[in-house]
C-alpha cells in the first residue's frame, strides 16, 4: 500500500475489507463529517447533501474491496463525495437558468469593450463575508447553466484540479477551462450590479 | 518588429491563464503593461477574483468540516444492512 497511508488507516482498511460493522461505523466518524460538507458545498442545500452522504457511503462501502491504497482513503472518498452530488445536482428541481451570451462581455471590433467597466465597491470584499451577500452568491451560482455551474463547483469549489474536472464530467481540459473561465465572467456579471461602489 | 498591444478582449480571455501563472512570459508583460492604462480591464480583473472568492465564501469553502449527526450516521448503517453484505459492486468507479 502506498506510504500515505498510516497504519491505523490501515487497520481500519483491512477491517473494512473484512465487512466488519465497528469499522463502517468508524469510517463514518473518521470521515463523516468532510464527505457531508463535499455535499453541502456542491448542493447547497441540507436535505440533499444527507441523501448524497448517505449515497457515497453505500458506495462507498460496495467499493472498499477494490481500494488498493494508491491514495488515501480521504481522497478516495472525496472523489465519490463528489460524483455522488453531481449526481444528485443532476436530478434537483432547478432555478429557470440564465443564457450566457448575455452575461459575457461584448467588444467592438478593435477590441475594446462595449461597455466602461465600473469598479466595485471599496467594500466589496467585506460585503461578501455576510450571510445576506453569501445567499446571494448562492442563488446566482444556482443560475447558471449546469455545464458551467459544476465546472465551477469542482475547480473552484471543490479546488479539483482541471485533469480530475475533465475525468469527472467527460469532458477535454480544454472544455473545462473554457466553461469555468465563462461561469466566472457570468457570475460576475450577476454580481455586478449588488457590488458596484455606485450601486443605488 | 514591435509586437501589437494586447487588446481589452484579449486580456480578458487571458484572466484565467494569468492568475494561473500559465501565461507566458512575453505575453504576461503585455499582459500587465495593459492593465497599467486600462482602468477598466483593472476593475475587471479585480471584481473576476473577488468573485472567485465569492463562490468560495458561498460555498463554505475552506471551513472546518462540520461533524456527522448521529440520526445520519444510524441510517446509513440501517441502508448498509439493506444492502447486504453480497451486494455485487455498484457503478463506483473509483
Not at chain 1, 447553466?145 to 467527460?170: G, N, S, W
Request: glycine share 4%; with cysteine; aromatic share 4%.
Amino acid at each position: 500500500m502506498s506510504s500515505s497511508i498510516t497504519q491505523d488507516e490501515t487497520a481500519l482498511i483491512a477491517a473494512l475489507q473484512k465487512g466488519d460493522d465497528a469499522a463502517f461505523e468508524q469510517l463514518l466518524l473518521n470521515h463523516g463529517g468532510q464527505v457531508l460538507a463535499v455535499t453541502r458545498r456542491i448542493l447547497g442545500n441540507e436535505e440533499d447533501a444527507r441523501d448524497a452522504t448517505q449515497d457515497a457511503f453505500l458506495q462507498a462501502f460496495k467499493a472498499i474491496d477494490r481500494f488498493e491504497g494508491q491514495s488515501k482513503l480521504s481522497t478516495w472518498l472525496h472523489r465519490i463525495a463528489v460524483n455522488a452530488a453531481l449526481m444528485k445536482l443532476r436530478r434537483q428541481k432547478r432555478h429557470p437558468e440564465i443564457s450566457m451570451e448575455q452575461l459575457l462581455p461584448k467588444f467592438k471590433s478593435d477590441g475594446h469593450a462595449t461597455e466602461l467597466v465600473g469598479a466595485w465597491a471599496p467594500t466589496a470584499a467585506e460585503q461578501l463575508a455576510s450571510k445576506e451577500t453569501r445567499a446571494l452568491v448562492r442563488q446566482k451560482i444556482e443560475q447558471l447553466p449546469d455545464d458551467y455551474r459544476t465546472v465551477l463547483l469542482l475547480r473552484d469549489i471543490e479546488e479539483l484540479d482541471t485533469q480530475q474536472t475533465a475525468e469527472i464530467l467527460q469532458i477535454s481540459n480544454g472544455a473545462v477551462k473554457t466553461r469555468l473561465h465563462r461561469a466566472r465572467q457570468a457570475l460576475r456579471a450577476l454580481l455586478d450590479p449588488h457590488m458596484r461602489g455606485d450601486a443605488a | 518588429m514591435s509586437i501589437p498591444k494586447m487588446t481589452c478582449q484579449q486580456l480578458i480571455e487571458f484572466i484565467c491563464d494569468y492568475l494561473e501563472g500559465e501565461l507566458p512570459q512575453d505575453q504576461c508583460a503585455h499582459f500587465e503593461m495593459h492593465l497599467e492604462r486600462c482602468p477598466c480591464c483593472k476593475n475587471y480583473l479585480v471584481s473576476y477574483q473577488q468573485t472567485i472568492q465569492a463562490g468560495k465564501k458561498a460555498c463554505c469553502q475552506g471551513e472546518r468540516p462540520p461533524s456527522m449527526p448521529s440520526e445520519l450516521i444510524q441510517a446509513i448503517m440501517a441502508a448498509r444492512h439493506q444492502q447486504g453484505p453480497d451486494a455485487s459492486a455498484g457503478d463506483c468507479d473509483c
